[in-house]
């Protein structure tokens, strides 16, 4: 196997965004994709790493930049000032993801009827929000995300397969938001599932994740189990 990584630059309109590629270059053809939507620190080394676990699977992965010019937050506050205009205008977002989806898409090596996309934390929200819109990908992941709906899908058919890999005892979305959002997928007529592991808190993929005073702790076994969830679930959704 030869890992391969690379920078890609695609707009938002007039936004500049810098997405991280990594693929095998020892596979051949079009092959599927998998777009990976960073937490609300921006683009970082801990989804660039995702990019490239799924590349060695077989995958193109393609860590995206949902803040533009690939900027990171670095502190609580600057996190939250690029997190919330997006937050603020739910329509923003769902372009902001799409536009990665269409570059993702254009790529030769790519196979465009084969695109999923997963998200941690506020890429979770991201990711959600993409197949709220109707995208038309194969699938969603949500780890440890965000549920609440955007206010501008309603009605909307969810085509996307979702899957939601999150904490119990995450008081960024209690187990009252999983049955909410349990209820709005089956409205949509979305294949959905909802795996929620005990004594679990929010971040529980990100080693050296550790405030449970705020709600936030690694945990190996959640982290290790929701992986292998995902790769069964890009296994079904690919397969066809």
């Known amino acids: 196997m ?22 095998d270059d020892e596979c051949s053809g079009p092959r599927p994709a998998v777009a990976i939507a960073h937490t609300w620190a ?3 080394e801990f989804e660039c790493d995702k990019a490239r676990r799924l590349a060695a699977q077989g995958y193109i992965g393609f860590a995206l930049d949902m803040y533009g010019e690939g900027r990171q937050g670095g502190s609580p506050e600057a996190n939250a000032e690029l997190m919330q205009p997006l937050m603020n205008d739910r329509a923003a977002l769902q372009r902001r993801i799409g536009a990665a989806i269409t570059a993702l898409q254009a790529l030769p090596e790519v196979d465009a009827q084969r695109i999923a996309a997963i998200g941690y934390c506020f890429g ?13 990908i ?5 780890f440890h995300g965000l549920f609440d709906p955007p206010g501008n899908t309603a009605g909307n058919p969810i085509t ?20 909410k959002l349990g209820a709005e997928l089956t409205e949509a007529g979305a294949d959905w599932q909802i795996h929620a592991y005990g004594h679990t ?21 959640a982290d290790r189990r929701s992986w292998r969830t995902l790769e ?8 066809a």
């Open 2 to 23: 030869a890992l391969q990584t690379r920078l890609l630059d695609y707009r938002d309109g007039a936004l500049r965004c810098t997405g991280y590629l990594a693929w």
């Open 42 to 44: 921006g683009r970082s």
């Open 124 to 136: 979770g929200l991201c990711v959600l929000d993409l197949a709220r819109t109707g995208a038309d």
């Open 138 to 142: 194969r699938g969603v992941a949500s």
């Open 160 to 179: 996307a397969k979702v899957l939601c890999l999150h904490g119990y005892d995450d008081p960024m979305a209690r187990p009252e938001a999983l049955v």
């Open 201 to 221: 808190l929010h971040a529980f993929t990100r080693p050296g994740a550790n405030d449970p005073e705020r709600g936030i702790r690694y945990d190996a076994r």
């Open 232 to 239: 069964d679930f890009l296994e079904e959704i690919f397969g």
